[in-house]
C-alpha cells in the first residue's frame, strides 16, 4: 500500500518552461488536492478535486492548471515556469472533501527549482 | 474561515510531556480541530482529529475546553523524534477552508 505517489522528486526548470507533476493515490479516496510550500512557510492551497470530474481553484491558483485524470490521479501543470512558482508541492488525498474521519495523506512532494 | 494562533517554536526535553496550544476564537459549530506533523523533506502526517472535550489515541491527546476557542496537543513523554512542526487545523467543511498557518517548530533535546 503506497499511499500518495508523486513524481517527480526534483526538477530543476529554465523560467518559461513548462512542466506537470504527477500524482497517484491507492486508497480508493474521492478528493485530491495540490499544495505549495515555500520554505518557513505553511502550505497554501493551490487546487483541488473534491471528486473524479471536478476541479475547483484553492488560495493560489495563478499560473496552474489541474487535471483529474481519473479516481487515482490528480496532475499538476505549469504552463509557463516563473521563478515565483519555485516551491515544494504537495499532493493530498481524503476519502471525502472533509469532515469527521476523513485526514488528509500527504504524498512527500516535489521539490521544484525555476531558474 | 476560523484562523488558528499557535506558538512559533517549542523546546522540550526527552521524556517529557509538551503540550502544545492553539487558539481558534471564530470556530464555526460544524468545525473540527485536526493536528498534522510535519518532518523536514516530508509531507504533514496526521496525528488526531477532535470536535469536543478529550480525544485521545496511540500517539497523542487532544483537550478542547467547552467553549471550543482553544484546543491542546498533548505529546506524552517525547523522544528525540518527535522534533517537528506541528500545525493546528480547524474546519473541513470543504477543502478551500483548509488553512495551514505556519505550525509550532517542536525542538527536543537529549
Known amino acids: 500500500n503506497a499511499g500518495v505517489t508523486q513524481t517527480p522528486k526534483f526538477q530543476v526548470l529554465k523560467t518559461g518552461q513548462s512542466m506537470t507533476l504527477q500524482c497517484a493515490q491507492d486508497?480508493?479516496?474521492?478528493?485530491m488536492y495540490w499544495y505549495r510550500q515555500d520554505p518557513g512557510m505553511g502550505l497554501r492551497l493551490i487546487y483541488y478535486s473534491a471528486s473524479e470530474g471536478t476541479t475547483d481553484k484553492g488560495e493560489v491558483p495563478n499560473g496552474y492548471n489541474v487535471s483529474r485524470l481519473n479516481k487515482r490521479e490528480f496532475s499538476l501543470r505549469l504552463e509557463s515556469a516563473a521563478p515565483s512558482q519555485t516551491s515544494v508541492y504537495f499532493c493530498a488525498s481524503s476519502f471525502y472533501e472533509g469532515g469527521e474521519g476523513s485526514p488528509l495523506h500527504f504524498g512527500n512532494g516535489t521539490r521544484l527549482t525555476v531558474t | 474561515l476560523a484562523k488558528t494562533t499557535q506558538p512559533i517554536s517549542m523546546d522540550s526535553y526527552e521524556g517529557q510531556e509538551v503540550n502544545i496550544t492553539c487558539s481558534h476564537n471564530n470556530i464555526a459549530t460544524n468545525d473540527y480541530i485536526t493536528w498534522y506533523q510535519q518532518f523536514p523533506s516530508q509531507g504533514p502526517r496526521f496525528i488526531i482529529q477532535?470536535?469536543?472535550t478529550k480525544v485521545t489515541n496511540e500517539v497523542a491527546s487532544l483537550f478542547i475546553p467547552a467553549d471550543r476557542k482553544s484546543s491542546t496537543l498533548s505529546l506524552p513523554r517525547v523522544s528525540l523524534s518527535d522534533t517537528a512542526v506541528y500545525y493546528c487545523?480547524?474546519?473541513?467543511?470543504?477543502?478551500?477552508?483548509?488553512?495551514f498557518g505556519s505550525g509550532t517548530r517542536l525542538s527536543i533535546r537529549p
Open positions: 477532535g470536535y469536543k
Open positions: 486508497m480508493n479516496h474521492n478528493s
Open positions: 487545523l480547524v474546519g473541513y467543511s470543504s477543502a478551500s477552508k483548509i488553512i
